[in-house]
């Protein structure tokens, strides 16, 4: 899950007027998008910034690829010393794993995790929000400086199909969850197959980009959608491998999951994030316009692997942070306000054992998890975004 920070109200400068046009979506796409222009640092790049947006960009992409070469190895190579997590998961030995059915539970849970948090929070929160408080509702909406939310959401949505499938390639796999259900009850794999492709197809029919449509009827749909594949898949697949298959040996299906799915997804997010640091260094090295559409071309391609693993933030990447090392949002802006302005580029930065955040009780929060949410808070993908994107474009020299 994502740590959601709010972003300091005195950064922005907005007109809230009321709507009440007879033409009221429009009137709501065009507030919208007048908020969203206006939010934040108002700044472009230019001499005087040069050198600290260089900086920080190569700082951002630094770390993100830090991240993703240490998830893949955790994964891959070795995990706190011994056995890569990999091969200590499909042993079914540590983190509460006792059986290959716990292990299927896990992957399950983590289908339902991320069909929730699409629904309910990347998209239904900003559309809650914005029935009285239009201007906090833009700031929501994730992946709005690069107009790519729709896209994150889907392939959200893509790391639960290919959790059930068992493949990358939309294919369903002999070893995979959903053959098995399928061997058991058709009519229950047909209904998880049908709820997938419903929440990803209404996600992609909101109008773009998503931030000057929070009021549409199409949001409303994919939250519908989006709740509906949870549903399906806790009150109903999770139900029926619990009351059905709890004896059943799931080593085939954890094996095609691991080698085919979980661990080709990270290595092309390190490859990714690998290719987006080069370009990042190359633009910093020579800053030019064409440097910044490369940046922003790799900051799209290392989203996909990332956005498409969400169905699977347990292990390393839950224990060790890095799920809000790399993809904290909303951003602190006041946070990248001081950071511009004073080069503190170790603040992004934090050492020793991952404390989680709680933003419901922050008083009872210890210094370390203090230091590691406002560390968080100021690098990842979204820092990344906001330096490189603006209106749904690659940035340009001014």
Known sequence: MKKRVLIAAGLIAFSAATI????????????????????????????????????????????????????Y?????????????AKRFLSHEGAGFKSSKDCVEQIVDGCIDIANEVGDTKIGSPVELFATEPAKAVLEVESWFSWHSRVDFTNNITSVKNAYYGSLDGTINAN????????????????????????QDAIMSIPQPFRN????????????????????????????IDGNLADYNWDAVLSQYVNNVVLPTYKSLKDK????????VAFEKSPSNDGFSKCADAWVAARTPWESSEAFLFGPVADKGLDPN????????????????????????????FEEYDDENPENNSQQAKKIHSAQNLRGFHTLEYLIFKDGKARTIH
């Open 73 to 85: 190895a955790y994964w891959n190579d070795s995990y706190e010393g011994g056995d890569s997590y």
């Open 176 to 199: 995979s969850i959903s053959k098995v259900i399928n061997g058991k009850n058709a009519e229950l794999d047909s209904k998880v197959i049908a709820a997938i492709k419903a929440a």
């Open 213 to 240: 449509n929070l009021g549409s009827n199409e949001a409303q749909t994919a939250i519908e959608k989006c709740a509906a594949l949870r549903d399906v898949l806790d009150k109903e697949l999770k139900t029926f």
């Open 326 to 353: 790399m993809d904290s949002w909303p951003l602190d802006l006041s946070g990248i306000v001081n950071i511009f302005n004073s080069s503190s580029w170790a603040k992004l930065e934090w050492k020793g054992d």
């Open 273 to 280: 994030n690998t290719d987006l640091y080069n370009a990042v």
């Open 20 to 71: 009440t046009s007879c033409d009221k979506d429009k009137n709501e796409k065009d507030e919208l998008a007048q908020i969203a222009d206006s939010v934040a640092i108002d700044a472009e790049y230019n001499s005087d910034y040069a050198k600290q947006w260089g900086n920080y960009m190569r700082t951002v992409a630094t770390l993100l690829k830090t991240d993703s070469d240490n998830l």
